[in-house]
């Protein structure tokens, strides 16, 4: 862009209204990714209960080994920017082009609406459950659907504490009707800061800027421990006068990623209004059918396979021996995953 040196500008920069991070500090940071760019989370399957036998041999019931399952967390986003300002540009518009300043602006208005966006798409994506609602919320319903979704959690026995809810703000305009809704005035203005506008359900309610917000999403419930939520690298960096440039290079990176975690995916729910698909079918011989059109994922192993690191892709379970627990679900463009159905094998 053309500087002209007759322009007089004014003492300040203009900045975009932005919110800070809906999503940041809100979930428990229990894994390390230092040295790795994939985690593997693995989960240990119990064993169900049987009656004690007082006589005989193996009187705790058959003995066998202890399986474990594996999730792989992989941080997908590895983001930059590059800008330079020039010594000159800056001295001919007043210092109003500052590094910092600008540095500040590039965090605020690109990387944590990016951030936010990815990690809301996931968790409503990636949900332990998620569930259609054809009908638009209204003032008379809503409480009763985020109801629902907080009931969900209570049967998964997710902890009370530690849940957040986030909303769009037509969802929480009607919200606000209710009786039932506590605001968060009392904690002062500081308060609002990260999208926290009041408590429902015990749960903090958090309201998203629309930019950030998954299309098709009404409202987003999770649990602290329930989802990774990783950032790696946070480098942001200004030279003063490199090679080539007189003025400053301002340079930044973003490596982050996030998963919702199998062995507690029960602590995130989503409700959606567009078409989630049904679970499939599975036969007694491992044959696997469902919505047309749909790719069906399964496990013989006992993992979800909407998480395991072993999951395959097919009609037909490539094992087929008695007893053999066959766990899958559906997926296809345009539409939200079906549950899962298990089905031991005959």
């Not at 999951?311 to 766990?327: E, I, L, P, W, Y």
Request: charged letters at 25%; proline letters at 3%; one cysteine or more.
């Amino acid at each position: 862009m053309a500087v002209y040196l007759h322009d007089k500008f004014a003492p300040k920069i203009e900045k975009a209204f932005r919110e800070r991070s809906v999503v940041k500090g809100r979930f428990s940071n229990r894994y390390s990714f230092d040295g790795v760019r994939t985690l593997k989370v693995m989960s240990l399957e119990t064993a169900p209960l049987v009656d004690y036998a007082r006589n005989g041999a193996n009187r705790y019931g058959e003995p066998s080994e202890v399986q474990d399952t594996y999730q792989t967390i992989v941080l997908e986003k590895d983001r930059a920017f590059s800008k330079t300002i020039d010594k000159g540009n800056h001295a001919d518009q007043g210092g109003l082009k500052a590094a910092g300043t600008f540095m500040a602006l590039q965090v605020q208005e690109r990387y944590i609406p990016e951030y936010d966006a990815y990690m809301l798409q996931k968790l409503a994506s990636k949900a332990g459950t998620i569930v259609a609602n054809s009908s638009a919320l209204t003032k008379s319903t809503v409480l009763t659907q985020i109801g629902a979704g907080m009931a969900a959690l209570d049967d998964a026995e997710v902890p009370a504490d530690g849940r957040t809810i986030w909303v769009k703000a037509s969802v929480l305009n009607l919200i606000r009707l209710s009786d039932e809704f506590t605001k968060i005035e009392e904690l002062g203005l500081k308060g609002v800061k990260d999208g926290r506008v009041g408590e429902l359900f015990g749960a903090e309610v958090v309201k998203v800027p629309a930019g950030r917000w998954p299309a098709g999403v009404n409202f987003i419930i999770a649990h602290k421990d329930a989802a990774v939520c990783a950032e790696k690298i946070h480098d942001t960096k200004i030279h003063e006068d490199p090679p080539g440039i007189n003025g400053n290079l301002i340079e930044g990176r973003f490596y982050y990623g996030g998963e919702v975690l199998a062995a507690k995916c029960g602590g995130v729910y989503a409700e959606v209004t567009g078409t989630v698909l049904a679970a499939p079918s599975i036969s007694a011989a491992g044959a696997i059918t469902g919505a047309s059109g749909a790719t069906f994922w399964y496990t013989t192993d006992g993992s979800d396979p909407r998480y395991s690191g072993t999951r395959k892709t097919g009609t037909q379970s490539d094992v087929t021996a008695a007893g053999t627990v066959v766990k899958a679900y559906a997926e296809k463009t345009g539409s939200w995953d079906s549950p899962v159905t298990t089905v031991t094998l005959a």
